[in-house]
């Protein structure tokens, strides 16, 4: 973010207030309501969750215990026995939602596929029986690199149906992050496609698959399903690689689901941290089942006949949570869309809300700021008016891009929903719901019910409000990941020791710094690590770093964010050449596509800046916050006195 959005986030005063009419029928009809709920959990977290997952879900068999709390290890509904696929599928199988849409999907294209709860089904199970016939067993772990189609929920909902705990890598990474995925994962099955659109081209998906499991250095992996997306011609090597629907013939469409432990592994999604490779988040069965329903019913307030659709990808626990386990769990119609905004058609999700008459719109900030530029005439030019509600999730949404959400797309009559959540948390922790709680453009404004979050300085303590802090949570919730897949150190020491536990009191530390005005309400200002959020995706600093050293031309490789008004953040990297390599524009482009290859496009540089050496502190660590002020030419903040050498710095301000 700019110093000029967070200068206009720290002035916002505007408050709008639930509309009457969507109150009336809103599932939380006030902010009473609201702090009815809130008080309720507050008062005994454990019967608030207990009831709601009496209620709300499906158990073959209760649990013994509601909480386990073993800090900084937390069990949900311990002994407790669920299937997630069967919550979201099976269940609406006895009532009217039977021949309901459960899933439409639009593909880039335009070709369209609506899925109803009882067909979806019969797809998981069969699908679920080919796993089993690929040998896949309860607690495997199955890798799916996959377009934004149909099949990409069925595999998630069929390896969850059979208690196989999927990873699914979003199709923008390379082969080697795919790769390295895979085997921390000890993956059995990849599922992939021959292609997927994507903003008018196609993404060579098993090309990919191909050189992830290259020369054995995949060993886990023994078989490779293909979906028929692209009608590419792609390499099968006999023995591992099947077609989808080859090996779908005469596959059984019977397939009870497992019932799992409550605890039992859900899915690994890896995210980036600060330092090092990519984390494995962790979730398990019972507790992510039951925060992603409540929260998507409460939040999106769903009523039986909405269209939601969140046009996150399923790489990402947004795709997860919000496109496919919430919505079926909770037994809506959920749109999934396989294209982006592209040069050939900008205005494509006006076309797809007035096609198929969404009434609930997901999306991100740098959409929405990537829509303004567009300008508001392919909007108006479409009948939007099926929306009732509007959703933002990623990073901090600037006032004047909430505003013309607002305006634009909402008609001024939709709520609007800032969710501030984390692949960590599984899903959203604070957020307006809509019926009941007014917002202010830039604000995420209350915790859920059963969240307690707040601001605190770096020994637990509440600061004041409208002054500065980290955003921390003081309780566990269900949907809380578990662990770091085969990492509980690593786990401990991200999350739950930069607070350091006092009294036996464990505080969850998010990475987010924030605060809170003078109404409880918070404004999440921005990553405090070294993790940098290019277009609502999260990039760790050291791991575009490792890939720029990993080119013979590179000595040494600093990266930072830059504020990018489109992205939010752009990645500069500042680099020192080895002996016998000269600085060049070719060579820069080289070392962005070294990048792209090693990472994924999402992890492309904007800029390469070329320097004799990076300012360190004299026990030679590199001053990222200087560099930060150097990228975008600001003043140097802060302290630099520690500065081993002051004239690197000013030659590189100098060169900008
Ligand atoms: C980071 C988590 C889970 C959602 C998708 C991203 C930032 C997310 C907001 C918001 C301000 C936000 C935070 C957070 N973030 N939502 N509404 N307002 N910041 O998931 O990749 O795990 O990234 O995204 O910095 O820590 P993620």
């Not at 797809?352 to 005439?377: N, Q």
């Not at 030019?381 to 959703?391: D, I, K, M, Q």
């Not at 059963?450 to 300085?457: C, E, P, S």
């Amino acid at each position: 973010m700019s110093e000029s959005t967070i200068e206009s986030i720290l002035q916002e005063k505007r408050l709008f207030n639930p509309p009457a009419e969507f109150s009336q029928n809103a599932q939380i009809k006030s902010l009473e309501e609201y702090q009815q709920l809130y008080d309720r959990a507050l008062a005994d977290p454990e019967k608030f969750w207990a009831e709601l997952a009496d209620q709300e879900l499906h158990w073959f068999q209760k649990w013994d215990k509601v909480l386990d709390w073993q800090p900084p290890s937390a069990s949900w509904f311990v002994g407790g026995k669920i299937n997630l696929s069967y919550n979201c599928l099976d269940r609406h199988l006895t009532t009217a939602r039977k021949d309901k849409a459960a899933l439409i999907w639009e593909g880039e294209p335009g070709d369209t596929r609506t899925l109803t709860y009882a067909e979806l089904h019969q797809e998981v199970c069969q699908f679920a029986n080919v796993l089993k016939k690929l040998g896949v067993q309860k607690g495997d772990r199955i890798g799916i690199y996959m377009p934004m189609i149909p099949e990409a929920a069925i595999a998630m909902l069929a390896c969850t149906r059979i208690g196989a705990a999927h990873t699914v890598v979003f199709g923008g990474f390379s082969a080697e992050s795919l790769r390295d995925r895979l085997v921390d994962g000890q993956a059995r099955v990849v599922i992939t496609a021959d292609g997927g659109w994507r903003k008018d081209a196609i993404v060579p998906l098993k090309v990919q698959v191909d050189k992830a499991l290259a020369d054995g250095s995949a060993p886990s992996v023994e078989s490779v399903v293909v979906v028929r997306r692209a009608g590419k011609d792609v390499d099968m090597q006999p023995g591992r690689d099947y077609w989808w629907h080859e090996i779908n013939q005469g596959v059984s469409a019977d397939c009870p689901a497992e019932p799992m432990d409550s605890e039992d592994l859900l899915f690994v999604l890896y995210t980036s941290g600060s330092t090092g490779k990519p984390k494995g988040v962790v979730h398990t069965t019972g507790g992510y089942n039951l925060y992603t329903h409540m929260t998507t019913k409460w939040i999106f307030d769903l009523q039986e006949n909405d269209v939601y659709w969140c046009t996150a990808d399923v790489g990402w626990i947004t795709g997860h949570s919000y496109v496919v386990y919430g919505p079926l769990s909770n037994g809506a119609t959920t749109l999934m869309y396989e294209g982006a905004p592209r040069a050939s058609n900008p205005g494509c999700f006006w076309d797809v809300i007035e096609k198929h008459g969404v009434t609930i719109l997901y999306t991100a900030p740098t959409a929405i700021r990537a829509f303004i530029k567009m300008g508001e005439e392919l909007p108006n030019a479409r009948n939007l008016s099926s929306l009732r509600l509007l959703g933002t999730v990623g990073e901090p949404i600037n006032p004047e891009a909430w505003m013309w959400y607002h305006r634009v797309i909402g008609g001024e009559r939709c709520p609007i929903v800032d969710t501030w959540w984390q692949t960590e948390t599984g899903g959203i922790m604070i957020t307006a719901l809509p019926g009941a709680i007014p917002t202010k453009p830039g604000s995420a404004t209350l915790p859920f019910p059963g969240i307690f979050a707040d601001i605190v300085d770096l020994e637990g303590n509440s600061v004041p409000a409208n002054e500065g802090g980290y955003l921390a949570v003081k309780y566990p919730w269900p949907g809380m990941m578990r662990t770091l897949y085969g990492d509980r150190d690593r786990f401990r020491r991200t999350y739950w020791e930069h607070i350091p536990p006092k009294d036996g009191q464990y505080t969850y530390f998010a990475g987010d710094g924030a605060r809170k005005d003078e109404d409880g309400y918070f404004w999440v200002m921005g990553r405090v690590d070294d993790v940098i959020n290019v277009a609502g995706h999260r990039l760790g600093t050291m791991e575009v770093e490792s890939a720029l050293v990993s080119h013979p031309a590179v000595a040494e490789a600093a990266v930072v964010g830059k504020p990018d008004e489109l992205k939010g953040e752009e990645i500069v990297a500042f680099v020192t050449l080895e002996g016998s390599y000269n600085a060049s524009e070719e060579l820069s482009k080289e070392l962005k596509q070294h990048v792209v290859k090693e990472i994924g496009a999402i992890a492309r540089p904007g800029e390469i800046r070329f320097t004799d050496a990076l300012p360190k502190t004299r026990s030679g660590k590199i001053m990222r916050r200087l560099l930060r002020n150097v990228a975008s030419g600001q003043e140097l903040t802060g302290d630099t006195s520690t500065l081993e050498d002051r004239g690197v710095l000013d030659k590189l301000r100098e060169g900008a």
